[in-house]
Each structure stands twice: as structure tokens, then as C-alpha cells.
């Protein structure tokens, strides 16, 4: 009998430290992702490109906010945000202090459904199905959020394109709103991509291959997206359960090559999907997928 009932005390310890672990400590490791990517022309010197999403940040989590503000550190040439700042009604002034050293350096955003609205409370099975009827939380401050970053010199790509001059560097833009949301108006940066620009990158939240393969017909280098959460809870030698959007569960996170080079394109087109730095308040775990930022150094292709 004393054999019988160890089993189901074990299991029920093993899974109470599992949560304890990926609530407690992994949820809070924050980790800077590295990854080379060569996309320049050959010859090139290197261009580096800190990438933040899905920061879902609230007002109280200021050792999140100063980890973040931590960052400008490193000195990138360029800083991307690809959507999901704002975890709640009072996280506007939060966020853009987390921000504030990093909004000296050259950068640029797209918004997405969780600066739209608040998060609330769902049934995470609902994940599992491709298919569900979507219930958005209360409306958020974002065009607080919006103003203040680009009061501050960056640039708004949500539907929009663009160009920065960075280290002497001409480098061409497209950004889309979230087509999670169903936001997303590509017909408003559609046409090749700048080729005469040294590098070509384009940014969406949610990497829906409808729009990616639309990015990679158009000549852009390397696609900056998050949204994934890289899966949020990963089995060890399985991966991401769920990717919350039509990618793949091989492309849920990190560095992949989307479309292979072609004479017209020789870098071909990179995809980069972020892990990110936040969680929903109603789903405060991760595991085996730390929160994550990455500094992409956009290096000379070879040939």
C-alpha cells in the first residue's frame, strides 16, 4: 500500500516544482539571444540590431523595466519592438521608461494586439485549436505608447514603410499591424523592396506565413516577428506544444532562413521569431523557453 500511494505523491511533487520553477525563477530570466545573420553585401562591416517583443509589461515589474533599460549597454546600431508592450491600463509610463536609453538610438516599431487591448483571463485549450472565437480585453492607452516613442525619434512601421541612415547605412523598412488581429494591410507597402538600400528588413508581430512569403516575393533580407512566446511551454526533445498563429512548430523561435537566395535576392530572406521578454498576467509561466531579447549582428555574406 505504502508503494501504491508513493507513485501519485511523487508525480504531485514533481509537477508542484515544476511550477514553482517556471513561475517563480524562469519566468523572471531574462536572457539576451545572439545570432549572426548574413545579409549585408560582401565586404560589409557589421550592423547590429537589438530586437525587443512581447514585453507585456505592467506597472509593478520594475526589475523587468530596469533589465530592459539595462540593454542600451550594449550599443546597438538599431533597435527594433516588435509588439505587445502593454500588459495593463497604467504600463504606458512603465514601458517608456524601460525604453527611455534605448530611445537615443536609432529605432522603429510596430504595435499589436496586446497594446490594442488588455489581456483577460482564457482557456488555454483554446490554443490547441486553429479556429476560436477571439474575445478582446478593455481598450488600451496605445496611442500613448505610440506618441511617446515617436516623440523620441522612432519610427511608426505599423502599415507603413520607411528609411533610417544608420552608421552610415542606408537601411529600407516595411512593417505591418498584427494580422493576428487580422490588422494587417499589405497592400500598403506592397512593391519590391529598395535594392539599392544596404539592408532590407520587415517587421510583423504575428508570423503568419501569408505575410512572410508576401515579404520574401518582395526582396526583404531578414524579418523580424514575435507573438510565439517561442511556444511558452517547450517539452524537453519536442519543442513548442502550441505557436498560436499558422507558423510551424520548427520555425516558433530563433534565427531560420525563410526563402533561399536567388540571383535577384542574394541574401535570400531571414526569419527571426522572438521568444520575448513578457508572459499574459493570466498565464505567468514559461518553461524550457526563457524570456528573451537578441542582438542580431547583420553580418557580409560570403559569394
Known amino acids: 500500500m505504502r508503494a501504491i500511494t508513493a507513485v501519485p505523491t511523487a508525480v504531485l511533487a514533481t509537477g508542484a516544482a515544476t511550477v514553482a520553477y517556471a513561475s517563480l525563477y ?15 553585401a560582401p565586404g560589409s562591416r557589421p550592423l547590429t540590431v537589438l530586437q525587443l517583443s512581447d514585453l507585456h509589461m505592467t506597472a509593478g515589474q ?19 519592438t516588435t509588439g505587445d508592450n502593454l500588459a495593463g491600463m497604467a504600463a504606458v509610463p512603465a514601458t517608456l521608461q524601460a525604453l527611455d536609453p534605448l530611445m537615443d538610438l536609432p529605432g522603429a516599431f510596430v504595435l499589436s494586439s496586446n497594446d490594442y487591448y488588455a489581456p483577460r483571463p482564457k482557456n488555454p485549450l483554446k490554443y490547441f485549436r486553429t479556429e476560436h472565437k477571439r ?11 505610440r506618441d511617446g516613442m515617436i516623440a523620441r525619434g522612432w519610427a511608426n512601421l505599423t502599415n507603413a514603410r520607411g528609411e533610417l541612415t544608420v ?12 494580422p493576428h488581429l ?38 526583404y533580407d531578414l524579418l523580424l516577428c514575435g507573438h510565439t512566446h517561442g511556444g511558452q511551454l517547450r517539452v524537453p526533445f519536442y519543442g513548442a506544444l502550441v505557436t498560436n498563429c499558422g507558423l510551424d512548430r520548427e520555425h516558433v523561435r530563433w534565427l531560420h532562413r525563410w526563402a533561399d537566395p536567388s540571383p535577384e535576392h542574394p541574401a535570400g530572406t531571414w526569419l527571426h521569431v522572438s ?3 513578457g508572459t499574459s498576467p493570466y498565464a505567468p509561466v514559461r518553461f524550457a523557453c526563457p524570456p528573451e531579447a537578441t542582438l542580431l549582428t547583420l553580418t557580409a555574406r560570403t559569394g
Not at 135 to 145: A, E, K, S, T
Not at 192 to 200: I, T
Open 182 to 219: 487580422k490588422r494587417d494591410r499589405y497592400e500598403l507597402v506592397a512593391g519590391p523592396a529598395d535594392q539599392a538600400a544596404d539592408v532590407r528588413l520587415g517587421l510583423v508581430h504575428s508570423p503568419e506565413p501569408r505575410v512572410l512569403d508576401r515579404f520574401a516575393a518582395d526582396g
Open 62 to 80: 520594475t526589475r523587468k523595466q530596469e533589465w530592459v533599460a539595462g540593454l542600451a549597454a550594449l550599443e546597438p546600431d538599431l533597435v527594433i
Open 167 to 178: 552608421d552610415g547605412r542606408r537601411i529600407s523598412l516595411s512593417g505591418l499591424d498584427d
Open 275 to 277: 521568444a520575448g521578454l
Open 135 to 145: 474575445v478582446q480585453g478593455i481598450d488600451l492607452p496605445w496611442r500613448d505608447l
Open 26 to 40: 524562469e519566468r523572471t530570466h531574462w536572457t539576451l539571444r545572439r545570432f549572426d545573420v548574413p545579409v549585408l
